[in-house]
Structure formats: C-alpha cells, structure tokens
C-alpha cells in the first residue's frame, strides 16, 4: 500500500487529494484558495467530515506547509515520511510530451520554457510543484499533463492552414486540452462496453469550460479545443469558434488592442455574453424556464456547437460506439443533456431512457438497448489518473 498526493496547482489556489493506493481510496480531499491574500480559505474534507478555516497565506509554499501540517494535525498520517509521490496536474506539455513523465531539473526547464503556450497556468503548475518538492524533497514528483492525451493526432488534425512556418517557428498547432478527463472516461467506457478490440467513443467533457474528443481504439485522433482552450464549443465565458476577423474588426470599433478583445471572447462571451444574466448552467436553465429569449439562445447555440462537433467526428471515426458525457454540465444538467441527443438521435439511431438520463453525476448507461450507439454518463476524475501515473512511474508498489 501507498500514499499518493495528487495535487493541481493554480495561481492563487491549491486542489489536492491524497489516495492510497492501489485501493485508490481518498484519504483526503480539498483546496486552499485566495493564496497571497489576508482571508485565504482552506477547506477539508476527511472521514466525513469537511473544516474549513479562513487565514493570511502568503504563498504557495506557506499554503503547502499548512496541508502537510494539517495531516498531522487531523491524524490522517502519522508521517509526512508515510507519503510516497506526489503528482501534478500541468497544463501544457507542448509536443515535448506525449505522456506523464518524472519531473527532474530538465523536465521543470521545459515546463517553464512551455510557458509562452499555457502563461496563466504552466507558472502556477510550476509552482506548486517547487513548493511540494520543498516540503518532501526526498519523493519523486510526476507531471501529468492536459495536453499529452491529444499527441496522438495526426498532423492532418493538429496543422492549421496558415503559412506552415508558423508551426516550425513557433509551434503554432492544435493542441487541445482536458486530456486527463478524456482519457479517464474513455478507458472507462471501453471497460463499461466489455473492452473490445476496436471503439469508437465521442468524449463530451461539458463544464464552464468544455471540450469534445475524438477517440478510436483508445487514442485521441482529434478535439475541439485547439491552440488555446478559446477555441471549440461555446463555453461558460468562452466564446468557442468565431471568425477570427472578428478580433480586428472589434479592435478598431471599440477602441482596444486585439488582447483586450480576445480576453473579451475568453471572458465575457459564451452563455455570459449571450445571455446577459450569467456563465452558470443553473441561472441559464431557471431564466429559459421564466420565458428569457437570450437565456434560451444562449443554450440552443451551445447545444448548436456540441452537436456539431459530435456530428463531425462521427463522420471522422466512421461511426460511433459511445458517447460519453462528464463534467460539470455533462454530469449534472438533464436538461442539456436531453437538447442535445434530441437532436442527434434521428440521424445517430439513439433512443434514450428519458428516467434513466434523470440523474446527476452517476456513472450510467442512460440509451435504451435498442439505440444503435450507447450513450453513457461518467463521472470524470482527473484526480485518479494523477495518482495512477505517479504510481506507474516510480515503480511504486
């Protein structure tokens, strides 16, 4: 038996869960968020139980220092020296890496280097993990990143039809992101349909962010999201696919720079920018139930882009034996869930059982025998994944 921590680091927050492992049981799970600030906000949960406290930490290294002395503390180990791994969630690998890797000097180097791709998150990532390796110096470290799952594609997927030294230069290519996510429930869905030889499974991981994959005999052969995660399907605050003349157009128009009007479309679009009311799921649902004209075509574009997207790659693995659906509003809103085969079904063969579909964030078969593709909710867990890598990787038993 092991102690693995799965950690995913942000710029001002820290989620973490701690398995034992190979039982993959969590002993811990939690975050500490507003790091940097006097009112920082570190939440556990353990045995049942969920603490929260409210404290100034400085940083990520004060706020690391604070969980491993809180696991003490809380007797949910009796050692820092009982935790063999700890495995870090990085946002962006560029083509560098294909797969989870042991972190070493070079690795963090490159990472860090990768930061022009990913500069909100790869940083942060890199922090966390300076911080864990402070703290535990003496475990090894695995990076898992969002990017890797996508590598897989071929360059007929991933090349974008610009002046092909762009992609020499500066790597500028599809990438895609929620790797970890696609990856976990696609490996699922094959155990769930008997793990046969050949699949083809459509991943739909539908939060405030989203994206869909592609997925044939068990590797990504194409995704949604592209350079950056602005590109796709409409989101909560992003705007998916648009006409990049767009940027310039609105630039000049308003008066700001082409980042000022790209924040805009990360930030302020999607469900938020149609709607007016808000990026979140439940407020778009309870004003469409009121009779609000933009709340519903803020959701019926939404559905609009999913569906595209799951009608293409159908054509593009030449059919389709499943259909995942997992995050946010994937495992949770019926009701998008619903729009959206409503509106395939005819063309894909999905029937659905409507009771069956009634739930939220349970791992079930919800098409009726009969459907010609199944369609499955999974819960996602990234978390798990992390953990299993680390594992793999330092050969730990």
């Known amino acids: 038996m092991s102690k693995i921590m799965a950690v995913n680091a942000g710029s001002s927050s820290l989620k973490f869960q701690l398995f034992e492992m190979p039982a993959e049981q969590v002993l811990l799970a939690g975050t500490i968020e507003r790091i940097g600030m006097e009112d920082a906000i570190v939440t556990l949960k353990f045995d049942g139980k969920k603490k929260t406290r409210i404290l100034p930490i400085a940083n990520h ?15 949910i180990l009796g050692s820092l020296a009982e935790i063999d791994g700890v495995g870090h969630r990085v946002v962006h690998g560029g083509e560098e890496f294909a797969s989870s890797v042991v972190i070493t000097d070079k690795v963090a180097k490159t990472i860090a280097d990768l930061s022009d791709l990913a500069p909100l998150h790869n940083p942060a990532n890199l922090t966390g993990y300076k911080a864990f390796k402070e703290a535990l110096p003496t475990v090894g470290h695995v990076a898992v990143f969002d990017t890797a799952f996508h590598q897989t ?16 230069d500066y790597k500028v290519r599809r990438y895609g992101f929620h790797g970890t996510s696609h990856m976990y429930v696609s490996r699922r869905c094959i155990e769930l349909l008997g793990k046969p030889a050949h699949s083809r499974i459509i991943t739909c991981h539908i939060g405030n962010g989203a994206s ?18 602005l590109a796709g399907v409409m989101m909560g605050t992003r705007s998916g696919d648009i006409d990049p003349a ?26 938020l920018g149609v709607s007016g009311i808000s990026a979140d799921s439940r407020d ?3 004003a469409m139930e009121e009779g609000n004209k933009r709340a519903t075509l803020a959701r019926e574009i939404q559905v609009n882009t999913v569906c595209n997207f799951i009608g293409s790659y159908y054509i593009e693995l030449g059919g389709c034996d499943a259909i995942v659906f997992t995050a946010g509003l994937g495992e949770n809103d019926v009701n998008f869930r619903k729009m959206i085969l409503d509106k395939i079904a005819p063309t894909m063969g999905i029937n659905i059982d409507e009771k069956k579909n009634n739930v939220h964030g349970e791992e079930t078969l919800i098409s009726t025998p009969d459907s010609k593709v199944k369609v499955y909710i999974i819960p996602t867990n990234e978390e798990i994944m992390i953990a299993r890598d680390t594992v793999r990787l330092l050969n730990i038993h």
């Open 284 to 286: 778009i649902n309870a």
């Open 212 to 229: 869909l994959a592609a997925v044939k005999d068990g590797k990504c052969v194409d995704t949604s999201m592209g350079f950056t995660p």
């Open 153 to 168: 594609m071929a360059p007929d997927r991933y090349i974008y039809p610009i002046p092909y030294e762009y992609y020499e």
């Open 61 to 75: 290294t004060e706020a690391v220092q604070i969980l491993l002395k809180s696991l003490i503390d809380e007797k």
């Open 246 to 271: 767009i940027v310039t157009f609105l630039a000049e128009k308003l008066g700001k720079s082409a980042e000022d009007v790209v924040n805009i479309l990360n930030k302020k679009s999607g469900l």
